[in-house]
């Protein structure tokens, strides 16, 4: 569902974005619904990539939203809408890990409630567990790579908006990815041995 | 890098599972709109907010002007007003609860009744438990038995001695909201010194007596052989305006009270009277420095403090919330809703988690008050060796603000390094919230109340000061048959 809802957020026709922000801004709570809607499943997939808990993505993602509608008039509309969104989304994100106290800790895996009875999946668990890792190692890369890799690979942001939004060219983003998957490599790679 | 390790890596990162969103943040999110986009409704709201204090301040200055006028009539009579207070048992409590006054009676007599009733009758007999119902065995899990046989004889022993009292306090309770005590809640605090306040002369409050548990309540309670009949009414005053419970766990502050005063009058509480929550939460007290803004959570793990044997642990988490003066007959404001608290356990560290006291099941709270401390406990067999780094337990705090209107999370993690300090380098306040409830469970017929009482000795004896620690050795103490110092 989320793949299939990013795809059809990233290809939003320019002109029906104009159409849904300037009723926004001129306070059309139902244009403002219609953006939700449209978007949120994917900011909250975004977000849930990012933090690996299902409950602290939804609380994030709400952020997000109220972040939005206050940043609303300072959206140029450079970019996609959606790209702008999951720039406060990933800030968002980055905000709540460097809160004291209410950081999700990065370097054990999420426990499992004893009350639960529902007998484990070895499959499943093998699956969370490698994705918990991979998260891991992506939270480890240099500030500018995690966002690259995350927005591409996580938001579903087009190389072309990521350079866009970062101000920088394709080529140098195309760059950063591929530094990335070295360093990704390299961490998966050293946490095998 | 070969082409087919940065693919299978793409890979990964592309094929994540992600789970649904929560059916009801669409909702959440939306009902954010129109706060945010629609500036107009917003001042329309704040009007209104300023419109509603306006009113509020106005009935309060009509108040005042009322009982100013009524001063002054009195003052016209021959007798001084004070003196027909003194003269008769009900005012007192009028003063606080006017209208309550007569409902109130009645209500305070059951308590009082059904508190001596429930006492076993030999003074000396701080005896072993009924055969057959609970056998200390030293070679059992202590922290788990002790709650599992406990709430066993609590069961058997429950349907003749706890209709009287829920009656009882039901009633009052009742009588008191129905009298008028504004909003009808009081913070665990802040309820003693009201409690202390309509204290018939012999226990009354000296000027200038602070908040929290003040002396006046210590006091009065401490009075408890000299004059006994006083004290139904001061239960009976906690009993209306203090909260019973957050998130489900009892808090009530007249617990400790109540049992202090039977084992006083030389009696042994029944095991269904004792309310082990509540006395974890009376010796866990107030946070040592007050929170001076929103909600805090704390979570402290140690090992058990009687009969560790190298895998039993104990974890704590308590909720504060920051501290604000109240008027003396005004309620305490909500610092929070929609709070809800998780508590998960990694089962690859713990093989049994057994909660101490009643609650099973955390409630959520829609409301969450200023002045609020609330302390679970969980008895833990943990599974050994652990490592240092290893996740034990998640505590989870989720709750909507008052003052911004947005879902705060605050999570906490007990990791394996956690249950390897020593008891002694635990606080204060989890080493007597520990005790309280061991020595709870002791009076509910387990083994250990003379350990409660040795330790607790040693807390008080280096805190001399600590007035909590002090109590509590000397109750569990008593309670054990050790007597009293």
Redesign the interface.
Known sequence: ??ESEREAITTTPWSEEQRLLAA?RA???AA??EL??RT??AV??SI??LCGD??????L???T??KA??ALSGFDGRSQLFTWLYRIAYTTFLNHIRRP?????L???D?????DETPAVDDVLV?QE??EH??EA?MKLPEDLRFT?TAH??GGLPVKEIARIEEITTVAIRKRLHRA??M??SI?GEEVR | ?TSK??AE??R???L???????DD??D???G???R????EEERERFSRSVGFNLRIAASIIVMLSIASLIFLVNERTPQPASLAIAETPKPVVTRNTPAASVAAAPAQEEVHVDIVQAAPPPPASVAPPPAGRVAPRASVGYLQDFVADARRERDDEAPKEEVGVEGGVEGHVAGGVVGGVAGGVMSGEFAPQMAGAPAPPAAAPEPGSSFGYSDQSTRAAAKTAAAPSLIPEAYAADLALAPKSVFGISIDPAAFRRIQSTIENGNRPSPSSVDVEALVNYFAGAPVKPVKRGVH?ETEASPAPVEANGHRGILRFTIDTATIAVPQRGSVPPIAKDARLEI?????A?ER?DAIGDTTTLIPESVLLHNTSVTGLFALNLKMPLKE???V??V?L?YRSIEDD??H?????V?GKDFAKQWPRASRRHRLASLGALWGESLRGSHGGVDVARRAEELATQAPNDQRARELAVAASASSGGGTK
């Open positions: 569902m989320q926004i306070g059309d709570a403002a619904e939700v809607e949120y499943s909250f997939a849930y990539r299902s409950d602290l993505a939804a609380d993602t709400q952020e939203y109220q509608w206050g106290r209410r950081m999700t800790s370097d054990e895996p426990s499992i409630d004893v009350v699956v490698e994705a991979l998260r992506v890799v690979f996580w998957f070295t990704l490599e998966l | 890098m390790r940065k890596i793409q990964k990162l592309t994540t599972a992600v789970p649904r969103p929560p943040l669409l959440r999110i939306k954010d709109i129109p945010y986009l629609n500036v959570l998960e356990f990694n089962r690859d713990v988690v780094k290893q996740l337990a998640r989870r989720r947005r879902m999370t605050i999570e906490k993690e990791r």
